[in-house]
Structures are given as C-alpha cells and as structure tokens.
C-alpha cells in the first residue's frame, strides 16, 4: 500500500506545480549573481605578470604547441567576471 501511496502523492504533487505554474501572475524575473572577489592591485599586478610568463592561450577547442590551457581558462575567467559585474546593482 506504501508504493501505491507514494505513487499517487508524486502525481498530486506534479499536478499541483503544474497548476500553480499556469496560474502564476507574471512578474519581472528575478536575477541573482554571484558577488565579484575583490583583488588588490599588488595581487592584480602579480597574477598579470604570471600569465604572461604562461605564454599565448590557447584556443577553446584544443592544443597548440606553445599555447597555455591555463591562459586561456583565466582570459574566459575573467569575461566571465566582466558578464557577472554587468548584472551587479550600482
């Protein structure tokens, strides 16, 4: 009796989100983003003059001799946190 129970608990309740769904008012939606770690300009100065060392990233896609796997995930690390600043309230 427990299985069946449940069963029909689980339908209940999708058809129950599935109402509440259809029924919602519209409303703007709602955004929410990370905060954005703050970095000195000693640190900044630092970690620029380590990826330069790291060399030329490398593409998306794949590997290239002499490129850098790291460059390239730190240059789309930091679009990223330009994307997540742009959605941060002034």
């Known amino acids: 009796m427990t299985a069946g129970f449940s069963a029909i608990s689980g339908v209940a309740g999708v058809g129950s989100a599935y109402f509440d769904y259809k029924t919602m008012e519209k409303t703007e939606p709602v955004v929410v983003s990370p905060d954005v770690v703050s970095y000195s300009e000693m640190v900044q100065t630092h ?6 060392r790291l060399g030329q990233p490398c593409p998306r896609d794949s590997v290239l001799a002499d490129c850098s796997a790291i460059a390239r995930m730190i240059v789309d690390y930091g679009k990223m946190r330009d ?3 742009v959605l941060q309230p002034d």
């Open 47 to 52: 970690a620029a003059d380590e990826l330069e």
């Open 83 to 85: 994307q997540v600043r």
